[in-house]
């Protein structure tokens, strides 16, 4: 069997294939003459790509929140045949201060960013490791990096998609499954019309959070091209060793970068402060 990179046709698994990315990505392996099995929650949303594409393209019907769906997708996926990509994409955001968020809107937000994409990649491991290698994408964001008001039950999933990420990596690379997260900035994919808010409270109109509220609901313009994104996530299912993280976007390559600038001369200025806690 050639390496997966090399492989004529794969078999992807896509969620949250209904729009934005999702279906992008599915459409860009459909088109380069991949299979794919795509999870949305209308079963009607992928009628016109299954008309174009045949039986090149199988959707199931998936809500990510529920985790026995899940396990029911994945095990008639399995078994009905190998599957070499998996694309963790399905999501959304609440937007709205910390204060103002409901504890259903915090547990759907992480069962969705969080849950749901451990217990896919977890059921894929096994398979993929006795197949011989595989790969599995997370779509993250840039903030999946860094933290913005307004946000913080987002964040709270995709940096603990990206933790969990990076240390299942270095599990599992030996049996050539390889990990990528996607950390794209602003695509125009529908993602802020989706966006689901708190309900505003007069204390936070105008902090930080109230601005960031209003400048999303403008309708501000998004540079990244959602076709772009989806061809370069897909190459690098074509390179032997992929990146374990994909920044895709000026604007997440510069949030990005100021982040990481930040917290690296936050823990510099701590260095002694670090050494002199040990034992004398």
């Known amino acids: 069997m050639p390496p997966l990179a090399d492989k ?27 299979r794919v099995t795509a999870t949305v929650r209308r079963p009607a949303a992928l ?34 045949g190998p599957v070499d990509i998996v694309v963790n994409n399905a999501g959304y955001s609440v937007m709205g201060a910390t204060e103002e968020m409901t504890h259903e ?13 451990i217990r896919i990649t977890r059921a894929f491991l096994k398979p993929m490791r006795e197949q011989g290698g595989g790969r599995i994408i997370q779509i993250s964001s840039m903030g999946g990096q860094m933290g913005a008001p307004i946000s913080s039950a987002y964040h709270a999933g995709k940096w603990g998609l990206e933790g969990f990420t990076e240390g299942v990596s270095r599990e599992v690379a030996g049996f050539d499954i390889r990990f990528t997260i996607v950390e794209p900035g602003g695509t125009s994919t529908g993602f802020l019309s989706a966006l689901n808010y708190t309900t505003e409270t007069d204390a936070y109109r105008d902090t930080p ?5 209003r400048w999303l609901l403008s309708d501000p313009d998004l540079t990244g091209d959602p076709a772009k994104v989806a061809a370069a996530v897909y190459d690098t299912t074509r390179l032997a060793v992929p990146p374990l993280r994909l920044t895709l976007g000026a604007d997440s390559y ?27």
Do not use: C, N, Y
Request: proline share 3%.
């Open 47 to 80: 009628d016109d790509l299954r008309a174009e594409h045949g039986d090149r393209l199988a959707v199931e019907i998936l809500d990510v929140t529920r985790p026995a769906d899940i396990d029911a997708v994945t095990a008639r996926v399995i078994a009905a």
């Open 8 to 34: 004529p046709v794969r078999h992807w698994f896509i969620t949250g294939a209904s729009g934005g990315l999702g279906r992008q990505l599915t459409e860009h392996a459909l088109g380069r003459g991949d």
């Open 105 to 117: 809107q915090v547990e759907h937000q992480l069962e969705t960013l969080l849950h749901a994409p």
């Open 254 to 280: 510069d949030a990005v970068h100021a982040a990481l600038t930040e917290r690296l001369g936050a823990l510099e200025a701590q260095k002694d402060l670090a050494a002199s806690v040990a034992f004398d």
């Open 209 to 213: 959070v109230g601005e960031m509220r």
